[in-house]
């Protein structure tokens, strides 16, 4: 296994820079210089149909979506991807992942939601997960509305996104909703105690550094025991059974690699259909990467053809 040399050079230079450690920073600040890279580094210039800014109500309050529509769409109704952005539940937006939903929107053929979901350290766990199960309502009750097919609504997102992708379809089977057609989770959360041997191995130097997976999980969890709920790491629930299909995506320089992959194999130990890709030569985050890192955006157009695959088998 090999650091892809393009990301390798990268990251000699994103040292050399000196650029700011987030976990140093407040909330606010790591959330300026979090979109400020993105906006640098993510791949610009993809083209959709629509794109419109709404609200919706979750009995608490509003949550902000952000619906794409696909170019000359052929086949109706569309399936319909509810997306949750990463960023450690401290920072990211629907800005930082306008260029990733605009990839699936396009590249899937699909209506694709971004949620933007309340941040810590504002909004303590487990309010992240309620805005989540709150969009996956809306989305399953509001498909049709949208011109989506309510037989083919994903719940995806990266990281943090889709940790909360992962317990919003925990929470779907739980309800007895069938609605949901699968998961996608990128590099997901999976396990908050960071006991697996890819958070030593890849915890400095690749971005993802351990103690900002410490200031992320403190900024979220109220305590201690939230470790250990199934709410905030899926891979603790008592029964895995019953759950949607999944496609499950890690990079091999990754601190998160382990417990995704271990939340694949529960899933398949559960009898729940698993298609589960390791990125070997990438790091976290590599789907921010994709102007700046050539595997980077061949890695997230190889990942949008294996969802686009699946729901075009069920189409």
């Known amino acids: ?29 790591a959330r300026d210089v979090y979109s400020k890279g993105v906006d640098l580094l993510a791949r610009r210039g993809i083209q959709v149909g629509q794109v419109v800014d709404t609200k919706i109500n979750t009995g608490e309050g509003h949550l902000a979506v952000r619906i794409y529509s696909p170019e000359g769409a052929q086949v109706s109704p569309l399936p319909l991807v509810v997306y949750f952005h990463g960023g450690g539940w401290s920072f990211g937006s629907i800005e930082t992942h306008d260029s990733v939903c605009r990839t699936i929107c396009s590249g899937a053929s699909s209506i694709v939601a971004s949620v933007e979901y309340s941040l810590a350290p504002e909004y303590k766990f487990p309010q992240a997960v309620r805005d989540a199960i709150a969009a996956s309502n809306w989305a399953c009750n509001s498909a049709e509305t949208l011109g989506a097919d309510p037989r083919r609504i994903v719940l995806a997102g990266d990281s943090a996104g889709a940790n909360l992708a992962a317990v919003a379809a925990l ?10 057609f699968c998961q996608l989770l990128i590099y997901p959360a999976t396990d908050l105690s960071m006991s697996y041997p890819s958070h030593t191995s890849f915890g400095d130097g690749y971005r993802l550094t351990r103690p900002l997976m410490i200031w992320s999980s403190t900024n979220y969890l109220r305590d201690g025991p939230d470790i250990l709920d199934c709410r905030a790491s899926p891979l603790y629930a008592e029964n895995h059974s019953g759950l949607p299909p999944a496609i499950i995506i890690t990079a091999g320089f990754d601190p998160l690699r382990d417990e995704g992959a271990a939340y694949a194999l529960k ?12 990125f070997d030569s990438l790091i976290h985050g590599f789907i921010n990467l994709t102007g700046a890192v050539d595997a980077a955006a061949t ?4 990942i949008v053809l294996m969802l686009k695959g699946r729901l075009e088998c069920h189409s």
């Open 1 to 29: 296994m090999e650091l892809d040399p393009q990301l390798a050079d990268f990251l000699q230079e994103l040292q050399k820079a000196g650029s700011p450690q987030l976990q140093t920073l407040s909330p606010a600040d």
């Open 267 to 278: 899933l398949r130990d559960a009898d729940v259909e698993v298609e589960y890709r390791c």
């Open 171 to 180: 929470t779907a089977r739980d309800a007895g909703q069938p609605d949901i």
């Open 299 to 302: 890695a997230l157009d190889q």
